[in-house]
């Protein structure tokens, strides 16, 4: 068992792609027409982090309703997370990409930590690896 697909509802596809894939560096693995309920067209976009199994389906909001949802999928909580083996070049990058942080990395127990918003204005984590221990030039630890 696993969970193969979680949803964002963003507002339109292409920048939503151009963020998942071009800023954050994520796979785009499909982006075929598809039909609503009710028979209208619209696309079926999947992105995900290069060698992951779960992956995020871009849903362009349908009617008043989901639009309302746009940036608040978890009522103003971090909904995603984004773990990096890099944490410093990740935010650097993502920084100059012109990504929104709310939020100065700042460390934690579990690790390096920041958070974002994405396209749509839902609140990420970017998540990196908790500092090994400091060597200083003595060679003793700290």
């Known amino acids: 068992m696993r969970i193969d697909l979680v949803t964002i509802v963003v507002a339109e596809y292409e920048p939503a792609i151009e963020f998942f894939t071009g800023v954050l560096g994520f796979d785009l693995v499909e982006d075929s027409p598809s039909l609503?309920?009710?028979?209208?067209?619209?696309?079926?976009?999947?992105?995900?982090?290069?060698?992951?199994?779960?992956?995020?389906?871009?849903?362009?909001?349908?009617?008043?309703?989901?639009?309302?949802?746009?940036?608040?999928?978890?009522?103003?909580r971090v909904g995603f997370f984004l773990r990096v083996d890099d944490f410093e070049s990740a935010y650097d990058r993502m920084v100059a990409a012109g990504v929104e942080f709310?939020?100065?990395?700042?460390?934690?127990?579990?690790?390096?930590?920041?958070?974002?918003?994405?396209?749509?204005?839902n609140r990420w984590d970017l998540l990196g690896p908790a500092a090994g221990p400091v060597v200083s030039s003595g060679g003793t630890t700290s």
Not at 44 to 72: N, Y
């Open 102 to 121: 709310v939020t100065v990395p700042r460390t934690e127990p579990y690790g390096r930590v920041a958070v974002f918003l994405d396209v749509a204005g």
């Open 36 to 76: 609503t309920n009710d028979g209208r067209p619209k696309r079926w976009v999947v992105v995900r982090p290069p060698g992951a199994e779960t992956g995020i389906l871009l849903a362009r909001a349908d009617g008043e309703r989901q639009a309302a949802v746009l940036g608040d999928q978890v009522a103003g």
